[in-house]
């Protein structure tokens, strides 16, 4: 979706690019001077009216294309920092967990030795 939006924005900013360099400047320099004949034929005689409000209105679903795909881009961004925290999290807690289990077994293995050895001598003493 977002390369969808990226797409349509830099078509956007090209439109606009082009229309402004197409309507006739007050020094008649730029585009506007190259294809005033050719655009007066095509659009009609208000072609400079037909440009300006096309321009604005490009102009506008521009800026609102640019909002929408920014916040869009935020909410992945937050997304994948979330899931990044809880994988750092949960590797973070699986050690902790490991250490408070090791005294307890080792413990347990104490005193599974001392039982065997116990077993051991009484065996010895009965011989």
């Not at 506007?32 to 102009?59: H, I």
């Not at 902790?96 to 599974?112: D, G, R």
């Amino acid at each position: 979706m977002s390369s969808v939006l990226l797409a349509i924005v830099v078509l956007l900013a090209v439109l606009i690019i082009v229309s402004v360099l197409m309507q006739p400047s007050k020094a008649d320099g730029g585009l506007g001077g190259l294809a005033s004949g050719m655009t007066s034929d095509v659009l009609g005689a208000s072609s400079n009216d037909f440009l300006a409000k096309a321009t604005w209105w490009m102009f506008g679903l521009f800026i609102v294309t640019i909002l929408f795909f920014g916040k869009m881009t935020a909410t992945e961004n937050a997304e994948k920092l979330q899931e990044k925290n809880t994988k750092s999290t949960l590797e973070l807690q699986v050690p902790a967990k490991a250490e408070e289990a090791i005294p307890a077994k080792v413990e347990e293995v104490k005193s599974e030795t001392d039982a065997t050895s116990e077993k051991v001598e009484e065996e010895k003493s009965a011989e």
